[in-house]
């Protein structure tokens, strides 16, 4: 498993009538992207606001620190 970091866009209707688009950062754990696309578009709050995906990274380092995923 990798993890991914998922940029989404939306516009919310509460927020100036929706006239500005807003942002928010989805974080996933999956084997590749296309999957990491898949388990993002499954979330409640991705449905909830009608999101779109500007973009996806995978995460593999932070400040010279390795990223590894351990199943709890």
């Not at 779109?52 to 390795?66: A, K, M």
């Amino acid at each position: 498993m990798k993890l991914f970091q998922v940029h989404t866009g939306f516009y919310d209707p509460n927020i100036s009538d929706g006239f500005y688009e807003g942002h928010t950062n989805i974080f996933v754990c999956a084997k590749d992207e296309k999957e990491a696309r898949k388990v993002v578009k499954e979330k409640k709050e991705y449905k909830k606001f009608k999101m779109h995906i500007d973009g996806i990274q995978e995460i593999n380092t932070v400040d010279n620190y390795r990223i590894e995923l351990t199943k709890v």
